[in-house]
């Protein structure tokens, strides 16, 4: 019985081995494809890379084995990141972006739910489980994709969705404020400065959010461009827009810099040339 019952388990192993090179192979390629430093950026083109990465990471992630949480969490972490970038770079119609937030807010919500401890606090208190969770990939693209989503459900929003995004972007602080050429930072300032004051906007701590994000990276574009267009385009403070729209163009001059973050700096350029060319400074 015992010899039975060890050939069935080193037959299991040695089953699962093909299976085991077959996943990682295929996590390999998805990142490969993710990747946007590797040779010259296409923003054009990107967009089938992407998808492609997508397909790749929805294809292997049922293949996942349940005790592997650190690959589990990788791929979940780059879903979330992945539908969040492709509603927000490349899809205008309003029911595939609604879809791909969703998917990108489920995606992180079940990366944190790999933490035991998250889910303990979770049946407590929801927004206490996000502001103690230590996966700062995780929590950061849940608040990012929520903040996305509640475009589509205001009365969720209202009644509470908003507290959880800007919960998510403050432990994100606490856990990384770098992360993403600041993106903690830079996201709780988009936040503070675009939600009405009654459920917790704040132009003025807006302000010295995006401060802090261009302090931690100055080579980040979008952390002019949010100032510009958030902070000084609404309080029509001319001289501020025209500085930081000004420093978004110079850093776009810099290929070396650009070239830090591909997606996002071709982005945040496109996004400063067109506020530039509404609102020309110098008139």
Same mark, same amino acid.
């Given at each position: ?103 990108? #807010? ?30 700062? #990939? ?24 908003? #507290? ?71 309080? #029509? ?47």
């Amino acid at each position: 019985m015992l010899r039975k019952l060890a050939i069935a388990v080193v037959c299991a192993i040695l089953l699962s081995v093909p299976a085991l090179a077959q996943t990682s192979d295929l996590i390999a390629r998805a990142d490969a494809s993710f990747d946007r430093w590797s040779g010259t950026f296409s923003l054009s083109s990107y967009r089938a890379q992407l998808q492609q990465a997508i397909s790749l990471y929805e294809q292997v992630l049922p293949n996942i084995p349940l005790a592997a949480l650190q690959t589990r969490s990788h791929v979940l972490n780059r879903l979330a990141q992945g539908y969040f970038e492709l509603g927000m770079a490349y899809l205008s119609d309003r029911d595939e972006q609604e879809e791909a937030y969703g998917k990108g #807010k489920d995606y992180a919500l079940a990366s944190l739910r790999l933490d035991p401890t998250f889910v303990q606090t979770e049946k407590k208190s929801f927004r206490s489980a996000l502001s103690s969770a230590s996966d700062v #990939k995780a929590i950061f693209w849940y608040g990012n994709n929520l903040g996305r989503y509640l475009n589509f459900h205001p009365l969720t929003a209202l009644s509470g969705g908003m #507290k959880d995004v800007r919960a998510a972007f403050e432990r994100a602080i606490k856990l990384d404020p770098t992360y993403l050429g600041a993106g903690p930072w830079r996201a709780l300032g988009s936040f503070l400065a675009q939600v009405p004051t009654f459920i917790g906007g704040d132009p003025s701590k807006a302000r010295a959010a995006f401060d802090s994000a261009i302090k931690i990276d100055p080579s980040f574009i979008e952390n002019y461009v949010d100032s510009a267009e958030y902070i000084a385009k609404p309080a #029509k403070d001319w001289d501020s827009f025209c500085e930081e729209t000004n420093k978004a163009l110079a850093v776009g001059a810099d290929e070396t810099k650009v070239e830090n973050w591909p997606l996002y700096n071709a982005l945040a350029l496109d996004r400063a040339r067109h506020l530039v060319a509404a609102h020309p400074c110098g008139n």
